[in-house]
């Protein structure tokens, strides 16, 4: 009696033909642990402007300049670094040892930046010591996320277990920020009188280094079956292995591949908004002076971000079964119109004065947290399939060019979404200077004015909208849809046979 095959969702490998590698469902959850780590690195740069004017004396506008020039220089590093990646291939992998060595250059030099050296130093010499200590942080950043760039591409090609990767390392992206939220706003702010401070500054980075290295620890535990030397192992369209990858073929990603540049336009335009909108200047006019309350505000982000979860497997699943094309256009849409009724909502409240209603209980914050669970929702879909589009260009460009380049990919993406997000920093830290903020950062309890307002809604909801607009028209040139996936993965394999039947003959 034959047993009939199961085709469903989650069996990918009958229902497409074809033989996907796939992970344990331990080794995914902690490999993304590496999200975690990155996003540690990530939220201390979001306070590098407070830190350059608090901790060196340098005015707002110039250290938003510093700032941006440096994401310049760290921009060029991301390929430098994919390149050396690439021809890196030790027997035993890589990924580890890339991820090791940013780790101890970012948490070292970001304890001088924010504890050691913070304080001590003004005029030239601050802004001579904060250039070095800012700039070898974004180095150790970057070699860090070139390493583990790669993680989510390598440990499984399953087109239903890729957006589940990409799930999981969005729940460590979300709920991480959440844990230190609220250990800045319930543990340490109190402290220092709700301010941001060089004290406050100084005690906050070690919470943030020790926990990195946490997250450090499960990712090199949860990889390391996959960080070996065969899974780098390339065949190229002639059926040669191991050709090495010059630095024409990594331009050759970024002149000759479409679907890369449209992955770009949608990855760095969101970027871009969230960069600026992020800020740790922004937040704080948003949630200090407009709204007036970080406690208020924090409690409300716990729960969308956490509530929110639901949304990204619900978001993994519909990538699974429509593709990443259709996941991101739909969800663009969504999230363009949830932001434009934040902007109505704040509007009708009564703009800078009927915001503080969101400090305290009532129908206004209950409704206000209601749009925030739809945001985020929909935000962490879009992150959702940002990772798992990564994923389908690495394959797709291994079949294009017969180079399996993920950190290149990730790389040639990482430098220009750094050179244009870089600008990010700017944005925010000028911004703010047309309403006023000039030499200082916007504290809680400063005036809420309607200048204040619209530039908060522009910065927070506005350049969003830009981005999401900029997704859509990116996909009508974006040709990996689900179908055409099932053909690269085919072809693929189809090469790889080719490849081990000759070996056999030889």
Do not use: H
């Not at 199961?6 to 959850?29: F, P």
């Not at 994401?71 to 890196?88: C, H, R």
């Not at 099932?486 to 072809?491: A, L």
């Amino acid at each position: 009696m034959s047993t009939k095959k199961k085709t469903g969702l989650l069996n990918a490998s009958e229902r497409d033909g074809v033989q996907y590698r796939k992970a344990k469902i331990w080794e995914l959850i902690i490999a993304n642990a590496q999200s975690g780590c990155t996003i540690s690195f990530y939220l201390l740069l979001g306070f590098a402007s407070m830190i350059a004017t608090q901790g060196y004396g340098i005015a707002v506008a110039l250290a938003g300049t510093l700032l941006t020039v440096s994401g310049f220089f760290d921009g060029f590093t991301d390929a430098l670094f994919a390149a050396l990646f690439e021809k890196f291939n030790p027997k035993k992998g890589k990924i580890r040892i890339f991820i090791f060595i940013g780790w101890v250059c970012s948490a070292l030099s970001a304890v001088v930046l924010y504890s050691w050296a913070s304080g001590k130093f003004t005029g030239v010499a601050g802004v001579v010591v904060f250039l070095i200590a800012y700039n070898l942080f974004r180095i150790g950043y970057t070699i860090n996320g070139t390493g583990g760039g790669t993680i989510g591409i390598v440990i499984t090609n399953d087109p239903t277990q890729r957006p589940m990767n990409s799930v999981l390392g969005t729940m460590y992206s979300y709920l991480v920020p959440i844990l230190y939220t609220n250990v800045i706003t319930f543990v340490i702010l109190p402290k220092y009188n709700n301010q941001y401070n060089i004290e406050m500054f100084g005690e906050m980075v070690w919470w943030f280094v020790i926990g990195s290295f946490v997250f450090f620890v499960l990712t090199c535990i949860g990889i390391r079956n996959v960080d070996v030397g065969e899974t780098f192992e390339t065949i190229s369209k002639d059926g040669k292995k191991d050709e090495k990858v010059t630095f024409k073929d990594m331009w050759s990603v970024l002149k000759d591949n479409r679907n890369v540049q449209m992955y770009m336009i949608t990855g760095i335009s969101d970027r871009l908004a969230q960069m600026t909108g992020t800020q740790s200047i922004v937040i704080t006019l948003l949630n200090g002076v407009l709204i007036g309350s970080y406690a208020a505000t924090t409690m409300v982000g716990n729960f969308t971000q956490i509530v929110g979860i639901v949304f990204a497997f619900g978001g993994g699943i519909f990538i699974a079964k429509w593709g990443a094309k259709k996941s991101t256009v739909v969800w663009s849409w969504i999230s363009i119109a949830i932001s434009a009724a934040m902007v109505v909502y704040c509007f009708l409240l009564g703009g800078p004065v009927g915001m503080k209603k969101l400090g305290v209980m009532g129908f206004p914050i209950v409704l206000w947290a209601v749009f925030n669970l739809a945001k985020t929702g929909a935000m962490m879909i879009l992150t959702t399939t940002a990772g798992s589009m990564k994923a389908d260009i690495v394959d797709y460009e291994y079949e294009r060019s017969g180079r399996y380049m993920p950190a290149v990919v990730s790389g040639v993406y990482s430098f220009i979404d750094k050179f244009i997000s870089s600008f990010g920093t700017s944005i925010a830290a000028f911004a703010i200077t047309l309403v006023g903020y000039t030499t200082t950062v916007p504290q809680m309890g400063d005036e809420a004015t309607w200048p204040k307002f619209w530039m908060c809604m522009f910065l927070v909801f506005g350049l969003p909208i830009i981005g999401w607009l900029c997704n859509i028209v990116a996909m009508k040139f974006y040709t990996l849809d689900r179908e055409r996936m099932v053909e690269v993965q085919k072809n693929l394999n189809a090469r790889r046979e080719a490849a081990k039947d000759t070996a056999e003959n030889e």
